[in-house]
């Protein structure tokens, strides 16, 4: 089962009770489920946010009235909620740190209609960091930022991204990964690439860091440098 919410909703999670009335919960949009007897399940949307190029800071983040900036987003979104991002290349400020089932979806990640994220923060964690199950990012670039790109901890899901640029110049070590990191999260079908670890004391590659049970498949990397 595929949940598909419309352009005012962003899928939360299933609710699936078995034949025990016992509840399990999946954040993933597609439901798979191994049947041993009946069962119920019940999808649940939250609400969507936009940000588009022509958006305002007077706009109230539906589709007819978006935001024009992430913080804006954020500053109002809720556990659950799905924050848009139409076409266009979009400047990120502050580092983000998106947990409670948040997630941000972009327009694609090729072509005119691609959604590129410009991450400006120099925080020394990273721009993107993605915390407990539910929260994620998709369908967009994230390129040029002068801190780690993206990480992942438990439970959170980068899919479908395009990873590049990233030019970190760290003063300390335990910096390895420039692009990203899988620090007990998932990191799928994405492209790193292109990216350099310029850190001054302990330099251990430019693409991806796993650590504490994280997972990194069907990613193209290619391209990343000390």
């Known amino acids: 089962l595929t949940a598909t919410p419309d352009a005012a909703h962003g899928f939360y999670k299933w609710i699936v009770t078995d034949a025990d009335q016992v509840e399990h919960v999946s954040y993933e949009p597609t439901l798979r489920w191994q049947l041993d007897g009946p069962i119920t399940c019940t999808p649940v949307y939250s609400s969507s946010r936009w940000v588009t190029k022509n958006g305002s800071a007077e706009g109230s983040g539906t589709a007819e009235s978006p935001f024009a900036t992430l913080a804006q987003a954020l500053a109002v979104a809720q556990p659950g909620d799905t924050i848009r991002f139409g076409a266009g290349t979009f400047e990120v400020a502050d580092d983000v740190a998106l947990s409670d089932a948040k997630r941000i979806v972009g327009n694609g990640c090729t072509g005119a209609d691609a959604t590129i994220l410009l991450p400006l923060t120099t ?20 390129s040029g930022a002068k801190v780690r790109s993206v990480i992942a901890n438990a439970g959170a899901v980068v899919r479908n991204c395009v990873i590049r640029n990233s030019d970190p110049n760290w003063s300390g070590s335990g910096r390895e990964g420039a692009a990203a990191s899988a620090s007990g999260g998932t990191i799928v079908d994405c492209v790193i690439t292109n990216n350099r670890n310029t850190t001054t004391v302990i330099r251990y590659g430019g693409g991806v860091r796993i650590s504490n049970g994280g997972l990194v498949d069907r990613c193209v990397i290619a391209d990343n440098d000390n």
């Open 123 to 142: 925080a020394t964690t990273g721009a993107f960091v993605l915390s407990g199950d539910g929260a994620g990012m998709s369908d967009l670039v994230v």
